[in-house]
């Protein structure tokens, strides 16, 4: 017989059980404006968007763009100069809502060094649900579930300098799993770890999106984003484009350069496989999308 939670629509199990995931965050920002203090300029400029509780977005653009400070908004690091964000309706210019903001949003940056805390590995995933003020046994719950989802239980007594860069990311992944966040923001997490640490990583990414998180995701490479669900370009701190992302990797070639991107093997062979009639235009530019297609 199927498990109850096979039979529950997604809403209802999440309600139902604190051991599962909360539903992803929606994270909304107004006429978003952003400028640094003494700087000359403004980084973003009214900026109007919505990201859905459970989309998953890829957000691109050149260097310098604004996309980092875009992820600062949305977890309350940075307020915005003009303009609103509001995660999950809360506005996050309001008093005291830093702490709930930061429960809902997590950012994953780029070097894992840079969001260790602690030398061993079991004490630095405890850190979060620390801070929350969470009871013991329920940290050492989220230590474990944390852990064990990332791979990396078994190595829970080590010290964390014994860990390779694609296990101390797991490790930053694992830390906010244990704070369990509606929202993990990428900031081009990916772009240290060597090719075998990056499909693990991609795959846990993948996994926490399918429970439900919503996935912002900074990125320069656009293998990354084959299974986002849109995708929003930054130029100069303006939304430039924004639309689903198989609309954008099935651009031709020349649209995706002049926009200062390269097209993904995968999308270039989703392109010749339609043009001789093999799989729809509806196909995702993935691997499993395409493999499945084919086999039918
Ligand atoms: N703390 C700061 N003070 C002043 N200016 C800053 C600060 N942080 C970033 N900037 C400037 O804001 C602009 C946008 O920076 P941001 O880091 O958001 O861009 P980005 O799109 O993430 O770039 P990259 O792809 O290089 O990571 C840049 O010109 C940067 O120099
Ligand atoms: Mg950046």
Redesign the pocket.
């Known amino acids: 017989m199927a498990p109850v939670s096979a039979m529950l629509p997604r809403w209802r199990l999440y309600s139902w059980s604190t051991n599962l995931m909360s539903l992803g965050t929606t994270l909304y920002l107004e006429g978003a404006e952003f400028q640094?203090q003494e700087?000359e300029k403004k980084?973003l400029k009214g900026i109007d968007l919505e990201i859905r509780a459970g989309e998953w977005i890829a957000l691109l653009?050149?260097?310098?763009?604004?996309?980092?400070?875009?992820l600062k908004l949305f977890n309350a690091l940075l307020l915005p100069s003009q303009g609103c964000c509001f995660i999950d309706g809360i506005n996050t210019k309001e008093t005291n809502v830093s702490e709930i903001i930061r429960s809902k949003v997590s950012i994953i940056f780029q070097n894992p060094e840079d969001q260790i805390v602690a030398s061993v590995v079991e004490e630095d995933t405890a850190f979060g649900p620390e801070n929350l003020g969470l009871p013991s046994p329920e940290i050492k719950k989220r230590v474990k579930e944390a852990l064990t989802e990332v791979g990396l239980w078994e190595m829970r007594k080590q010290p964390v300098s014994s860990l390779s860069g694609g296990q101390k990311q797991r490790l930053a992944l694992a830390g906010v799993l244990a704070i369990k966040p509606g929202a993990l923001l990428l900031d081009?997490a990916m772009s240290m770890l060597d090719p075998s640490s990056r499909k693990s990583f991609l795959d846990l990414i993948k996994r926490e999106h399918g429970y439900g998180r919503t996935i912002v995701q900074?990125t320069?490479r656009l293998e990354e984003i084959v299974d986002s669900d849109r995708t929003f370009i930054?130029t100069d701190g303006e939304l430039s484009w924004h639309g689903n992302t198989e609309t954008f990797l099935s651009m031709s070639d020349d649209s995706i350069k002049n926009m200062g991107f390269a097209k993904p093997p995968v999308a270039v062979l989703k392109e010749e496989l339609v043009k001789n009639g093999t799989v729809a235009m509806s196909t995702k530019s993935n691997i499993a999308d395409i493999r499945e297609k084919l086999c039918l």
């Open positions: 640094y700087a980084i653009g050149p260097n310098g763009s604004g996309k980092s400070t875009l081009e900074v320069h930054i």
